[in-house]
């Protein structure tokens, strides 16, 4: 199963965006799945995936991941609406 990955570290915690062909997109914070989505096309970078660095606190950071998925799957990891790793346009 073809799968492409991204990671970075944000105030400590582990941030990883997995894509799969068979299981979507997955957002995990310190290994824990905090949001996922099955989608199959993303033509434009799309806010895709989000969840709150500290699960259950809403004024922590927030991470989201933008995709693009046309003949590749991108992805960006932001943190407070700011780029933080992944691919480049």
Same mark, same amino acid.
């Given at each position: 199963m /073809?799968?492409?990955e991204w990671r970075t570290r944000v105030n400590g915690h582990e941030v &990883?965006?997995?894509n799969s062909w068979t299981g979507g997109t997955?957002?995990?914070i310190d290994g824990d799945c905090r949001d996922r989505n099955a989608g199959?096309?993303?033509p434009v970078w799309m /806010?895709?995936?989000s969840a709150r660095l500290v699960h259950g606190? /809403?004024?922590s950071d927030l991470i989201e991941v933008r995709i693009v998925a &046309?003949?590749?799957v991108k992805a960006q990891i932001l943190v407070n609406g700011q780029y933080m790793a992944g691919d480049r346009e």
């Open positions: /073809p799968q492409k &990883r965006v997995v997955r957002l995990y199959l096309f993303a /806010p895709w995936l606190d /809403p004024s &046309r003949l590749r």
